[in-house]
């Protein structure tokens, strides 16, 4: 795994949520390399990419990418929490997958289920199709493992001001003609899309502001007891 770098998108406004996510991060998955963009530093044993709130979520972006030194990243947020074990053996197969075909740029580690083609990816070891380039979500925030040069040239084009605006990335990715992707884990379902089996993982914590309970009521039961969180603070949906 040492080509691989965990990049996490965050913000000071959720620190509430840090805690938890670095603690699960440590117990779950031991990754070596691991870069935070954050508006100020974390006392975190991570490398920082502090970024100017002023800035576009593109430059901020670009500017945490020149820091990572490896070929490949998992882009991941502070309120995707980890639950269970990183299952590492499948994770390193699909870096492997990425090493002998150049022409995959991308792999999201989370099913969504939605308007994906009905092309199988030749692979025995994990069940992978083809993501649609047509589709809005073509490119997602979601647990997903990039190729850097790719996730960078296709930055590098976005003029989206902020990560909300996730779906308007799509349509650089289809110009460049990068090509994804997608485990096809059909073990839990949760709302609209499956848990990871690979990177089990609660897609997402927070959903406009509030604890998503209606769909992560175990998990996060267990997370505010654990961190002593009142979850009434935030509120829950």
């Known amino acids: 795994m040492d080509n691989l770098t965990l990049l996490t998108y965050t913000h000071s406004k959720t620190s509430d949520i840090h805690k938890a996510y670095f603690d699960r991060l440590a117990m779950y998955f031991n990754v070596n390399k691991h870069i935070v963009l954050c508006d100020k530093p974390l006392d975190y044993d991570v490398t920082m990419s502090v970024y100017d709130n002023d800035d576009a979520y593109y ?13 490949y990243v998992i882009y991941s947020q502070e309120d995707y929490i980890l639950f269970d074990k990183v299952d590492v053996d499948k994770l390193s197969k699909l870096i492997n997958l990425l090493d002998n075909d150049k022409n995959i740029s991308f ?12 092309v199988d990816y030749n692979n ?7 993501l649609k380039p047509d589709d809005e979500y073509y490119f997602s925030t979601q647990i997903t493992i990039w190729r850097v040069k790719d996730l960078m040239e296709m930055f590098s084009k976005s003029k989206v001001s902020r990560v ?12 460049l003609g990068k090509i994804g992707l997608c485990v096809k884990d059909k073990n839990n379902k949760v709302g609209g899309h499956y848990n990871s089996t690979i990177y089990p993982y609660i897609a997402t914590a927070v959903v406009k502001g509030k604890w998503n309970y209606s769909e992560y009521a175990k998990e996060l039961d267990l997370i505010f007891d654990t961190y002593k969180i009142d979850k009434n603070i935030r509120g829950i949906r």
Not at 59 to 71: D, R, T, Y
Not at 164 to 175: G, H, I, R, T, V
């Open 164 to 175: 909300f605006d996730e779906p308007m990335n799509s349509k650089y990715l289809m110009e």
């Open 107 to 118: 792999i999201r580690l989370i099913y969504s289920g939605i308007n994906f083609a009905p």
């Open 124 to 130: 025995d070891l994990i069940y992978l199709i083809y």
């Open 59 to 71: 430059k901020q972006m670009l500017n945490g990418l020149e820091k990572v030194e490896s070929e």
